[in-house]
C-alpha cells in the first residue's frame, strides 16, 4: 500500500508539470473502479463512459493542482460524484425541457446557418489538430457514435487505450479553443458540447 501511494503521488507530480504519459497512467490505474461507480448509478455504458471522461478532462484542465491534493483517491470519488448529480439534475431539466416543447410551453431558438457552418468549421480545425490515431478514434466515437467496445474491437487497443486516447483528443481540442479565444463566441459552447460530449 505505501509503494502504491508513492507512485500516484510521483505520477500526481508529473502529470502536474504536463506531463501525458503520467497522467494515461493515472487514468489507467483508476478506469476500473470509478467506471463501475458511474455504471452503477447511470445504468447507461455510453453514460458512464462519457461521464468518466469528463472527470478526467476536468483534471487535466486543473492539473497544476494535483500537488496540493493530500488524498487523491477520495478526491477522485467526489469528482466522480458531483458529475453524476450534474448530470442527473441536467438530464431532469432537459426531460422537463422536451416536455415544454412538445406541449408547446417552451418556444425553440436556433443559431443562424452560418454561424452554425462557421463555428462548425473552427471546431473541425481543432480535430486536425491531432495526431493521425487521434483523430481516427475520435471519428469513430464522435462521428460514428461507436462505443469504447467496438472502437477496441476494430483497432485492436484496449478499451481503456481507447478511452484515454478520447480523454486526451477532448483535452486538446478545448486547449486550441481556449488558446484561440473560440470558447468566447456565442454559439460555440453549445456546439462544442453537443459535439464532443454527447
Known sequence: ????????????????????????????HYWNEIYALALAFLKSPAIAEDIIQEVFIKLWL?????????????YLMVMVRNEIISHLRKDATRQKQLQQYISGAAATQEL???????????????????????????AMSREQGLSHEAIAAQTGLSKKT????ITIALNAIRTYLHRNGYLYWTGIPLLLRAFLIF
Open 1 to 28: 500500500m505505501r509503494d502504491e501511494n508513492f507512485c500516484i503521488g510521483e505520477l500526481l507530480v508529473r502529470t502536474a508539470d504536463g506531463d501525458e504519459t503520467a497522467f494515461a497512467q493515472i487514468h489507467q
Open 62 to 74: 486543473k492539473r497544476t493542482q494535483l500537488t496540493d491534493i493530500q488524498e487523491f483517491t477520495p
Open 112 to 138: 443562424p446557418a452560418a454561424s452554425i457552418a462557421e463555428t462548425t468549421a473552427v471546431i473541425h480545425s481543432a480535430l486536425a489538430q491531432l495526431p493521425p490515431k487521434q483523430q481516427q478514434i475520435f
Open 162 to 165: 481507447v478511452a484515454n486516447t
